[in-house]
């Protein structure tokens, strides 16, 4: 069995808790967790970035690519024994339903579908929406739900 790293305690994950990984420098993603936020009413996800030290080593741990800041990573049930890694159609098929019941049909859409929409627009969204030229750094309200924002 694979040890679990846990996060520094004031950025403790609750159990059956989520944690989006998204490219910190991109603004679309950033705007991805301002949404997430929005909507989460019961605040079961939790942030990291993809160039951060928590991100890494779930990637590592679960065979990920850790230079992949192209997708979209959601480690389901973080901390537990039951924690998943997915990554880009299959976290959609888990982040959106969660959020809004009625996208459960996202779970019909062949996987390899949502697998190329996500690639296609990873491709083009720096273009698109553009790009900070660091990792921004997380309100003092969003920071309750990041595991670390270095």
Known sequence: MTAM????????IPNQRHVVFIDGTCV??????????????????FFA????????????????KIDDIDGIYLLLHAGTPSETLLLDGRAAREIYPRLFPSLIFMR??????????????????????????????????????????E
């Open 49 to 64: 970035y993809l160039q951060g030290g928590y991100a890494r080593a779930a990637l590592q741990r679960h065979g990920g």
């Open 28 to 45: 679309y993603c950033n705007w991805f967790v301002h949404f997430l936020l929005k909507h989460d009413a019961k605040k079961q996800f």
């Open 108 to 149: 019909w859409i062949p996987l390899f579908l949502l697998n190329a929409f996500y690639r296609l627009f990873a491709r083009y969204r720096y273009r698109l929406f553009g790009r900070y030229n660091a990792c921004r750094i997380p309100t003092v309200e969003e920071r309750k739900r990041w595991i670390e924002s």
């Open 5 to 12: 790293i846990e996060p520094p305690p004031e950025r403790a």
